[in-house]
Every structure is written in C-alpha cells, then in structure tokens.
C-alpha cells in the first residue's frame, strides 16, 4: 500500500482560502498556527509586516492575498529579509493565463504590446501593478520607462522591453473611475502576426485569452482555477522544489515603475492614509 | 437624376473602394470622367465603367459633365486639385482624407471652397458610421467625463479586402522603396504620413473627446510599418497605436473611450469591404457589458450618402468643423514628427 501523502497544513483566516484548502484534501490540511504551515495574509494594510512576523511565527511559506499597495522600501525590505518562499495572488495577473500568452507568441514576437485598464482610486496601485507585470511578462525581462504623464484621473505611457527577440515598446493607459464592483479591468493587446488579447475583467469573472491569426481565432481554453488555489498550489510547488518564486522581484520592479503612472487622485488617497 | 463624378486618382481607393461604393447608392451618383497622372489605369476603370478616361487633370476639369470631382490622388496633391476644381466652377468636391498637409494650405482651400459656395466634403470614414453617432450618444446621455482614448489598429495587407470587393486586381499602391528610417527627417516624414493618412480617419472623433493637443508625450515608430503616439489634450489622454503586418488576422481597428464611468469600445469593420457600422460595446464598472446593434450601412456608403444630401440642398457644409479637423490632424503629426526627433536626438 502506498504511503498516505503528507499533507501540508495551511493557516488562513480568508474564505477564499479556505475553500481553496477543501478543494486540496490530498495535499493540504487547514493548520491553527502559522508554525510549519504556508500562511495565507490578506494583501490589505501593511501586508509586508505580516510577512515577516509569519514568518518569525515559523511559516513554512506565505501567500498575500491580492496585495493592494506594495512601496518599494517595504517590498525590498522583504526580498532581503525573507527566508520561506512568498507567493503573491495578482489576480489580474495569473500565472496560468500569463503562460498562455507566452507560449501563443512563442514563435511570432509582437511588434507593439498595449496595456490598458481602469479602477477605482483604492484599487488603482495594485492594478497598475498587474499591468506592469503583465508588460513584464510579455518584454520577457525588465522594463525601461520612456515617458510617461498623468492627469488627475489617469496616465499614459511608453515602456520598452530588451528581451530576447529584440526591443519591444509597450504602451500602458490607466484610468481612474469613480465607483463599481471591485476588482478593476485590464486588456492587453499584442499587435503582430499573431494577435493576442487578454481581457481580465474582475467584476465580470472574466479572464480569457484571444488569438487571432491569418487562419482565423481562438479563444484559448479558460482558466477556471481559483486564484486562491492556484497561489496555494504554487506555494505547495515552491515548498517541494525548495526555490523561492520570484514573485516579490517581479512587484519590485512593478511598484518601481507604477510611480510614473499613478494618477493624481490615486496619489492624494494614498497621502491622506499616509497622514491617518 | 444622378450626380455626374469625376475622378482624379485610379489607385486603390478609386478602384476598390468608390467605384464599387457607388454601386450601393442606389443611382444616386455616375461616373463620367476618370483621370489618373499617367499610369493608364483610369483607362482600364473608364473601360468598366462607360466613362471617359484622360491624363493629368485639365481635361477632367474642363469636362463639363462633371458636377463633383472626387480627388483620390496622393495628399499631397489634395490642395491644389481642390483650388483648381474650384477655379474649374465645379460645384461639389468629394476629397480623400487628409484635406491638407499643411496649416496654410487647410486654411486656403476652406477659404476658396467657402466663398465660392463650393459643396465640400472629407472621406473620414468613420466619421459618418452611424456607430460613432450612437457612441456619441451614450457619451452625452450618460455624462461619463471623458478621461482617456485609445486607437489601436493591427492591419494585414489591404489585397485580402480589395478582392472581396472588386475585379482586375491586384491594386497595388505606387512602391516606394523603403525608407531609410535612420535618418531622422525621413523617420519624421514617415510619421506624419501614417498620421495624416490612417489615424487622420479618427480626427473628428478625436477632436469632439480631446479638443485641444497640450502636448506629445511619446511618439515612436514601430517595424515593420506602424507607430505609437501619446498625447495629452487637457484632463484627456490619448494613445494611438498602429502596425501594419505582412500576414496577420482581420483587421482590427478599436476606438476605446474611457469615461469616469465606464468604457465604451468602437470596433470598426476591415477597410474596403461593405460589412456594415462598427460595433459598439460599453463596460460599466459594475463589469456589465452592453451590446448595441450594427446598422447594415458602413461609413463608406454612408459618407457619399451625406455628400448626396449636400448636393440636394439637405443639409449646409460644416466648413469650420472641417477646417478644425484639418488643422487638429496637422497638429498632431506635426508635434508626434518633432517629439519622434527629439528621440532621435537623444
């Protein structure tokens, strides 16, 4: 008979987790304790310092919930003092529907990427974020900001990637809305012989992935998986390969960029906490 | 009784594209006279049509037939094939987009068109699908401020719709060679005319979001042929982005209005082929998306339909609205030509 896999306990407050640990019966267990188990912290408030005191807790690993702000001295802070595997759960950036992308353009680079998307003043930083990330993802290496401005309710951008098939420009467009569901909306467009469109609408429950050719259109199979049960699965992989992800140096380099692009309301909200 | 056109140009446009427009019109237009500046293909379409064909454009101007001339040559001939067809006493003048490359010259064919009575009308396209007018519509009835716009096209070669739409092809346009784009004022050149040939067919929507250009922000070439521009017109950001490709799926040619409130997308249909209006769509934040319905009628039809109106006394010519939208497009290029230089100087 075979040896029961051991499973991995899982300490979490957040629904969304919880369901994710019941949808993981074979691998995960829901823990009392941070000790040995992957920590699941809600990305709001100062999420950093949850990081590092669950990880002083004896976390195995920390997953932050959908990290709504992510300074840069507090992020760096984290990527020189963190010792377990941190997983991050963007969930306008999943990993799954960013390696759809990659590989639908495998063979036929784009030849201009643009980035759009819209939320509200709260949400605005970690959707900027999501952008960046995905015109990290899709320059396949960093980022060099070319120009950029913002309004009160938005910003304008050009980014150009060095990557592998040469340089790239990425243009990325923010807007700011007044009100709605949460969640914030994104669409990527990559122009080339190969037309690829992600749209990541949270409050619609969308994220697909459109590619078009001379041959005609496919709407790649969608990703149903949870964000929260892709995050734990990942820190699941990250524990038993025993690497630490790169997702923190990917929100670095997000939250290093996202400074140019934040619009002038999102920066006053951000002052009026910052003085609470 | 039908309108009487000349032509002046037999390139891609004429062949492709007006000739077989015209078809849609219900009679309302004939073609008497095709002119072309000596590359014999006026001939070739005068055979098809019934029309007389000549070279150069005195003959076609003297030709007392013709009650509208349509100039479809290159843009740079616009102005003065506009002053000439005015002197001529033609009484209608249908003129491909871009009315002028030039402030000066904009001013001085408005001007002349102007005193002289002269119907006047520019073939941006997208202007007259009726898809624009109900997104106009949404804007205003739901007072979203307007934040942000973006025009993003991704074109194959135009060959895959000429065929769809006309016989005798291929219509291929004049070669050029390829630009020298390291040289920066062959690069700035290059710029100018993708904005006053392609996105000039936004203008007049991008004049009615974002009135007044402030400043570039970016402006870059894309390989192989395309470009991406960011300007700033007061609280209103604007991002053009264009490729052409060699191979490459449909068309796409997306308008997207960002409001306070919500996001409006405008899909416009391939170039050349009768596929009837864009298709408008609108996000609201709740991520509800609405759907509103395609007419049959394209821009195409609708623009020589708008001109036919004109000649039968329905409706006035909107000098001042084409005038602006002549000077906006100019504007733009101009300060996208200077921003790219700077790049180049850097």
């Known amino acids: 008979m075979r040896e029961p896999r051991k499973r991995v306990p899982v300490f979490t407050e957040l629904p969304g987790y919880g369901a994710a640990v019941a949808s993981m019966a074979v691998s995960t267990v829901p823990a009392d304790g941070a000790a040995g188990a992957i920590v699941v912290l809600s990305g709001h408030d ?8 669950a990880q002083a807790a004896g976390a195995a690993a920390v997953v932050v919930a959908a990290p709504l702000v992510a300074p840069t001295d507090a992020v760096q802070g984290l990527l020189d003092n963190a010792a377990v595997p941190v997983l ?13 992308l990659v590989d639908a353009l495998a063979d036929a680079p784009p030849s201009l990427v643009t980035v759009e998307c819209s939320a509200v003043a709260p949400e605005a930083a970690a959707v900027i974020h999501d952008a960046l990330g995905w015109a990290r993802a899709i320059g396949q290496g960093r980022l060099a900001l070319q120009s950029a401005s913002t309004t009160l309710h938005g910003s304008i951008g050009l980014l150009q990637a060095s990557g592998a098939d040469g340089p790239l420009d990425i243009t990325l467009m923010v807007n700011v809305v007044n009100s709605g569901r949460p969640g914030g909306f994104l669409r990527l467009t990559c122009l080339g012989e ?11 429950g969308v994220a697909s992935l459109d590619v078009a050719t001379e041959k005609g259109a496919l709407r790649l199979p ?53 003085s609470v | 009784m039908p309108w009487n056109i000349g032509f002046l140009g037999a390139g891609p446009g004429v062949a492709a594209l007006h000739l077989p427009t015209l078809g849609y019109l219900d009679g309302a237009f004939r073609v008497v006279h095709l002119a072309d500046a000596g590359s014999g293909r006026a001939r070739l379409l005068a055979e098809s049509t019934g029309a007389r064909w000549s070279q150069g454009e005195a003959q076609l101007l003297a030709d007392p037939a013709v009650d509208v001339v349509a100039i479809c040559s290159p843009p740079a001939e616009h102005p003065r094939q506009i002053l000439q067809a005015v002197a001529a006493g033609k009484g209608a003048i249908f003129c491909e987009k871009p009315l002028a490359l030039t402030h000066a010259d904009a001013d001085e064919v408005v001007a002349v068109c102007r005193a002289a009575g002269t119907l006047l009308l520019v073939g941006t396209n997208h202007l007259f699908d009726s898809a624009w007018g109900r997104a106009k519509h949404h804007l205003v009835a739901l007072e979203g401020r307007v934040q942000a716009v973006s025009v993003t096209l991704c074109l194959p070669p135009n060959g895959r719709y000429h065929e769809l739409v006309a016989e005798g092809g291929p219509f291929l346009p004049v070669r050029r060679g390829r630009p020298d784009l390291s040289d920066p004022q062959v690069a700035q050149g290059v710029l100018h005319q993708l904005l006053t040939g392609l996105a000039v067919h936004d203008v007049p929507a991008l004049r009615d979001l974002a009135p007044v250009i ?30 052409m490709v060699p191979q490459g799926a449909d068309a796409l040619w997306k308008m997207v209005v960002e409001t306070s409130q919500d996001r409006l997308e405008v899909d416009f249909p391939p170039a050349f082929v009768h596929a009837g209006s864009a298709a408008t769509r609108v996000r609201s934040t709740g991520g509800r998306w609405t759907e509103y319905r395609r007419e049959a009628e394209d821009g195409y039809t609708a623009e020589w339909r708008v001109l036919a109106e004109l000649l039968d006394g ?21 300060a996208a030509a200077v921003k790219l230089g700077e790049g180049y100087n850097a």
């Open chain 1, 88 to 100: 991050l759960e963007r969930p306008r950036l999943r990993p799954d529907v960013v390696k759809q």
């Open chain 1, 222 to 274: 969608t990703c149903l998986e949870a964000t929260e049960r892709l995050a734990l699965r990942r820190a699941l992989q990250a524990l038993e390969g025993g690497h630490i992800p790169a997702d923190l140096a990917g929100l670095l380099d997000d939250s290093q960029l996202s400074a140019s692009f934040i619009p002038g309301r999102v920066e006053r909200l951000f002052r009026r906490s910052a």
């Open chain 1, 46 to 53: 100062d999420w950093w310092d949850g990081v590092l005191a």
């Open chain 2, 214 to 243: 402030d400043g570039v922000i970016y402006a870059r070439l894309v390989p192989p042929i395309g470009y991406a521009v960011g300007y700033r017109a007061g609280d209103v950001l604007v991002q053009l982005a264009m490729t």
């Open chain 2, 314 to 334: 329905g409706m006035p010519v909107e000098y001042d609205e084409l005038l602006a939208d002549a000077h906006y497009a100019i504007d733009l290029a101009d």
């Open chain 1, 194 to 204: 190969v037309l690829a469109t992600v749209t990541v609408d949270v409050p619609a």
